[in-house]
């Protein structure tokens, strides 16, 4: 069974930085692209960052400069750096491969 769990939300002040860390197991995990969504209380889930089997990335617009998405196929990881982050970023954060999802990570940006 694949799982995926994610870590390092917390709570931040605007203009601050998170990594976002997200662990697969029970798949050949370097093979497939990654995807981290986020969702918001009363919005959709929104794709983040998608990292492909080839490195190639793409982003929601409104994050493109200032998070970076990356990978580690060695230790079956990925990563969403978020910088310069702001009250909209605020969301539920999660990892996607396939169909598999993980639970969460919450991520509050507030002063």
């Known amino acids: 069974q694949v799982q995926l769990v994610e870590s390092g939300g917390g709570l931040v002040q605007p203009g601050g930085s998170l990594r976002l860390s997200c662990t697969a197991s029970?798949?050949?995990?370097?093979?497939?692209?990654v995807g981290w969504y986020r969702q918001a209380p009363g919005k959709e889930r929104d794709l983040v960052a998608r990292?492909?089997?080839?490195?190639?990335?793409n982003y929601l617009n409104s994050v493109k400069g200032r998070f970076t998405i990356s990978r580690d196929n060695a230790k079956n990881m990925v990563y969403l750096q978020m910088n310069s982050l702001k009250p909209e970023d605020t969301a539920v954060y999660y990892c996607?491969?396939?169909?598999?999802w993980g639970k969460g990570t919450l991520v509050t940006v507030s002063s």
């Open positions: 996607n491969l396939m169909d598999h």
């Open positions: 029970g798949t050949i995990f370097s093979i497939y692209a």
């Open positions: 990292i492909y089997s080839t490195g190639s990335t």
